[in-house]
Structure formats: structure tokens, C-alpha cells
């Protein structure tokens, strides 16, 4: 899996909201506009191609931004705390 920023700025409120909850089904809100993904190459596509269909390509943008795997664990945060990037990870063993 890969890794990647997912930042965005949606003009309108509705599609806004639609944009977030999209992003909520792929990875974790690290800032309001700002989620880290861990993403397959399937995820990726399927991702991409949500936001694709809901966006205003004229008005609104969506950025992916990947992430090695040493910068994903290295990152510096100033003022309120963020959670660590694997904290809601969970590893079953059977």
C-alpha cells in the first residue's frame, strides 16, 4: 500500500461535504481539508474516479500527494497534536 496526502478546496458547501465523506471512506482527517490515505492501487483508481464524478473541474481541485515511507512516519505538526500515522491501524493475527 501506498501512501498519499489527499488536500482539496471545494467551492460549493454541498459538494464540499461529499468530497469529505468520500475521503472519509479512504483514510484518516489528519486537518479539515487535509487526509492521509493508505491506499492499494485499486483503492487509488476507485478513489480518483468518486471524487472525479462529484468535483466541479472549473471550480474545484483535489490534489494527491504521495508520500515515501520513511516521509510518512517523519512528519512535524505545530499547535494542537495530530494522531501518529499508523495509531488507528489494527493488525490481526489468526
Known sequence: ??????????????????????????????QFSVFLCRLSATDFVRLRTRLYEVIDHSKDQVLFIPLCGKCVTQWEALGRPTEAADSKDVIIIL
Do not use: H, N, Q, W
Not at 501506498?2 to 482527517?29: H, M, N, Q, W
Open 1 to 30: 500500500m501506498d501512501s498519499y496526502l489527499v488536500c482539496y478546496d471545494i467551492a460549493d458547501p454541498k459538494r464540499l461535504r461529499k468530497v469529505a465523506s468520500t475521503c472519509e471512506d479512504f483514510g484518516y482527517r489528519k
